[in-house]
């Protein structure tokens, strides 16, 4: 099992970026597929980018590529989402999720695991 705790969200002007940290405890975190996904108000729960390192493979959601950038630090168990010239539509909870190698998809359902969310806020 992997415990998820994000952290790093905030308030910020359309424009700007955020860091946003998962810490990953248990097992080693290379051993999951890992992916962040984000849920504004009222909607569900959306895909905005996953990696595999097993299958050496990141997606991104067409709305993000180019501005968000996933990255880690094994030695710290944790996962970044590196979120640059971001935009009001970007408000929302930010969840960290992960799976078993090779399992990760698009699709929220395929992860096992999830934190409890960060909330970003872009101002106008």
């Known amino acids: 099992q992997v415990q998820l705790v994000e952290s790093g969200g905030g308030l910020v002007q359309a424009g700007g970026s955020l860091r946003l940290s998962c810490g990953a405890s248990?097992?080693?975190?290379?051993?999951?597929?890992m992916a962040w996904f984000h849920q504004a108000p009222g909607k569900e729960r959306e895909f905005v980018v996953t990696?595999?390192?097993?299958?050496?493979?990141?997606k991104y959601a067409s709305s993000v590529k180019g501005r968000f950038t996933i990255s880690s630090d094994n030695a710290k168990n944790t996962v970044y989402l590196q979120m640059n010239n971001l935009k009001p539509e970007d408000t929302a909870v930010y969840y960290c999720?992960?799976?078993?190698?090779?399992?990760?998809?698009?699709?929220?359902?395929?992860?096992?695991?999830w934190g409890q969310g960060t909330q970003v806020t872009v101002s106008s």
């Open positions: 248990g097992r080693t975190f290379s051993r999951y597929d």
């Open positions: 990696v595999s390192w097993r299958r050496n493979t990141t």
């Open positions: 999720a992960a799976t078993e190698a090779g399992w990760g998809t698009e699709h929220a359902v395929s992860y096992n695991y």
